[in-house]
């Protein structure tokens, strides 16, 4: 067998839901440190540059996004890397971010946007799916690598992506999280631009047919204003790179397992599919999670959103570092070299669409942090 990297070893309405309020409070565990809050659109991603510089992002799901991405100065957010770039065109989908999903610092001091070119989930724009590098020197777009539509099919959803740049240009992976096509990994070749779909609709990228999520005491399902209730079912979605970079994690958000496969065998494009396939380790149960994150002592964090909590694997055991009731849907983590883990805590499952259009979160989000005594995993 490959060599798998060390880390393997609000109340809502009883009508709308039909299941009774009743639940007690999650046992507080750790301690989290509230970093900023969001009183206007609902963040997603989040990421911490080596200086400190942080910076989120707002897909465009609903609320009003005057700016999908911001850097946070003073606690406030503002559009970057400018108001122009932001201001969304379907003519030109290459040049204007769309509806940005994750951000992520590199190895190389550059901010790289994933645009899902997907507002409210539609049909992907054309030209649009794409990842943007802004070189955090000079507060410009130095690259932008629109992905082709047999990769980001129109169903698509790019939800976060992580980056091994030791080999030339390097390499990025990114989590197809379709939510009515087939789940899948894009590796994209930084050098060439070229992309490729993997594990394009294996069990390990779709959601689990027999998983239902329960927060706040509640089952997750999709609940639209005047219409039939319908299972919530979501691919691929966060993904984490292990230390030395021989191991992806990912995980499917409809699901509490974790996979895990060598990356050696996840970028050759002689390794047939069914091959590939055949690499795949689920690692089993950690709990049901929207993002993952792996620190440069070869641990991975995944958060709990059925829990109000985020966890770590170390050793081969999963232990709650984090657990609180303002914990309302941990989304993305990122690892600062201030060795912190940051969080966005946006209430995801409050959303309209799961409570018969009845719109249940409660502003401000919040951006927190944890002490893990860690580092990022740097690959350069």
């Not at 201001?87 to 190895?107: F, M």
């Not at 050098?191 to 594990?199: I, P, V």
Request: charged content about 25%; aromatic content about 8%.
């Amino acid at each position: 067998m490959d060599r798998i990297a060390p880390a393997l070893l609000l109340l809502t309405s009883t009508l709308l839901c039909g299941v009774s309020p009743t639940r007690a409070a999650p046992e507080v565990i750790g301690h989290i440190e509230e970093v900023a809050r969001f009183d206007g659109p609902m963040p997603t991603g989040v990421t911490v540059a080596p200086n400190g510089r942080i910076f989120v992002n707002y897909p465009r799901w609903g609320d009003d996004v005057p700016f999908t991405v911001a850097e946070l100065r003073n606690g406030k957010a503002m559009p970057y890397p400018d108001a122009s770039t932001n201001r969304p065109d379907d003519k030109r989908p290459a040049e204007t971010l769309l509806s940005v999903q994750s951000v992520v610092v590199d190895a190389r001091n550059r901010l790289w946007i994933l645009d899902t070119a997907a507002p409210a989930f539609r049909t992907r724009v054309s030209g649009g799916a794409k990842l943007v590098a802004v070189d955090l020197a000079t507060d410009r777009v130095v690259r932008t690598i629109v992905l082709p539509d047999d990769v980001a099919l129109p169903t698509t959803y790019l939800n976060d992506v992580r980056f091994d740049l030791r080999d030339g240009e390097g390499v990025a992976y990114i989590t197809d999280s379709s939510v009515s096509g087939p789940g899948g990994l894009i590796v994209v070749d930084l050098a060439t631009g070229q992309a490729r779909r993997r594990l394009s609709g294996h069990a390990s990228t779709s959601p689990d047919p027999n998983f239902v999520a329960v927060v706040e005491g509640h089952e997750m399902k999709s609940r639209p204003a005047g219409g039939p209730d319908k299972p919530f079912r979501v691919a691929s979605d966060g993904i984490a790179l292990s230390a030395d970079g021989a191991t992806l994690y990912y995980c499917p958000l409809s699901s509490r397992h974790l996979y895990a496969i060598p990356t050696r065998h996840l970028r050759s494009p002689e390794i047939s599919e069914a091959d590939l396939a055949a690499k795949v380790v689920d690692l089993g149960e950690k709990g049901a999670s929207d993002g993952l994150e792996a620190d440069d002592r070869g641990r991975v964090y995944a958060g709990d959103y059925e829990h109000n909590a985020v966890r770590r694997l170390e050793q081969g055991t999963w232990k709650t570092i984090a657990q609180n009731p303002e914990i309302l849907w941990p989304d993305t983590f990122s690892i600062g070299t201030d060795r912190y883990l940051y969080f966005t805590a946006n209430q995801l499952h409050r959303q309209a669409g799961f409570h018969g259009g009845i719109d249940l979160r409660r502003k401000p989000y919040h951006l927190y942090r944890i002490r893990i005594d860690a580092g990022p995993v740097q690959l350069k």
